[in-house]
C-alpha cells in the first residue's frame, strides 16, 4: 500500500516555475586586495620603464638642453643668434611652467567621490554598494519549506513563455521591461523541489521545477527605490540569508 501510495504521488505533474536572476552590475571598480595593489604598481613601472618621451617632454627637454649648453658657454661671447635663441627657449620653459602650475593647481582641487554612501544599509535600495554586483531577492517560506532569501519566482502560466513569465513577473515588483537587459529567453539554471505528499501544494503536484532566467539592470530610472518586497543583495549577503543547497545551485550562474 506505501509503494502504491508513493508511485501515485510521483505520478503527479510538476509545477513549472519562472524565476528571475535580475543583476545590477557595479558603477564603479572595486577596491583592489593587497596582491593586486602590489601587482598594478609592478605594472605602472614596467609601462614606465618601456615608454618614450611623447612631443610635450622631447620639447621641454630640447628647451633645457640650450638652456644648459648656454650655461656652460657664459664665459663665451654668445652671437646674437645664440641669445635669440636663449631668450626664446627661456620664454617658452616659463609658458610651459605657467601652464603646469595651473594644472597642478586644477588637480588639486579634484576629490574622488566616496564608494560609500547613505544607501548602503538600505537593502530595498539598488543604489546601495556601488563597487558590488547585486542582485534582487526576497524573503520566502513557501517554496523550500523554510524561511529563506530566494530569488523572486512566480507560475508559469499556461501558453507563457519564460520570458514573458519573467517581463510579468519583473512587473508586480516595480521594474519596467525597458530598463532591463534579458541576455537569453532560454533558462541560465534549473531546479527540482520535490513536494511532501501530506503538504497543501503535494495534493496536486509531485513538486516544482524552477526554471531561472538571467536579466541585466541597464537603467535605474523610474525605480521604486522604497519597495519593501524585495531587496538587492549581494552575493555573500544571499549565501548568509539562503539555504545551502539552494545557494549552491544559485552560484553556478551568479
Same mark, same amino acid.
Given at each position: 500500500m506505501a509503494a502504491q501510495k508513493l508511485t501515485k504521488h510521483y505520478q503527479k505533474p510538476w509545477q513549472l516555475l519562472v524565476s $528571475?536572476?535580475?543583476?545590477?552590475t557595479n558603477t564603479v571598480t572595486k577596491e583592489l586586495t593587497d596582491i593586486q595593489t602590489r601587482y598594478a604598481e609592478l605594472m605602472e613601472k614596467v609601462e614606465l620603464e618601456n615608454s618614450v618621451y611623447n612631443d610635450y617632454e622631447t620639447r621641454k627637454l630640447e628647451l633645457n638642453h640650450?638652456? /644648459?649648453r648656454?650655461? +656652460? @658657454? &657664459? @664665459?663665451? *661671447?654668445? =652671437?646674437?643668434?645664440?641669445e635669440e635663441k636663449i631668450t626664446e627657449a627661456s620664454r617658452m620653459l616659463a609658458n610651459i611652467q605657467d601652464q603646469e602650475d595651473i594644472w597642478a593647481q586644477d588637480t588639486a582641487k579634484l576629490e574622488? +567621490? %566616496?564608494?560609500? =554612501?547613505?544607501? !548602503? /544599509?538600505? *537593502? @530595498? %535600495?539598488?543604489?546601495?554598494?556601488i563597487d558590488q554586483t547585486l542582485h534582487m531577492s526576497v524573503r520566502d517560506d513557501s517554496l523550500l519549506n523554510e524561511s529563506s532569501t530566494v530569488l523572486p519566482y512566480t507560475p508559469l502560466n499556461e501558453g507563457e513563455t519564460l520570458r514573458q513569465a519573467s517581463e510579468r513577473l519583473l512587473g508586480t515588483y516595480g521594474i519596467p521591461a525597458s530598463n532591463t537587459l534579458f541576455l537569453s529567453n532560454a533558462p541560465c539554471g534549473v531546479i527540482k523541489i520535490r513536494f511532501k505528499e501530506n503538504e497543501e501544494r503535494g &495534493?496536486?503536484?509531485q513538486g516544482a *521545477? $524552477?526554471?531561472?532566467?538571467?536579466?541585466?539592470?541597464? %537603467?535605474? !530610472?523610474?525605480? !521604486?527605490? &522604497?519597495?519593501? @518586497?524585495? !531587496?538587492?543583495? %549581494?552575493? =555573500?549577503e544571499i549565501q548568509e540569508q539562503s539555504q545551502i543547497e539552494y545557494f549552491q545551485r544559485l552560484e553556478r550562474f551568479l
Open positions: $528571475v536572476c535580475l543583476t545590477r640650450v638652456m /644648459n648656454t650655461g +656652460a @658657454q &657664459q @664665459q663665451k *661671447k654668445l =652671437s646674437e643668434k645664440e574622488v +567621490a %566616496s564608494k560609500t =554612501s547613505f544607501h !548602503d /544599509n538600505n *537593502k @530595498q %535600495s539598488p543604489h546601495r554598494l &495534493q496536486v503536484f *521545477k $524552477v526554471f531561472f532566467t538571467k536579466v541585466r539592470m541597464t %537603467s535605474l !530610472d523610474n525605480i !521604486d527605490t &522604497q519597495n519593501t @518586497q524585495r !531587496d538587492w543583495l %549581494s552575493v =555573500s
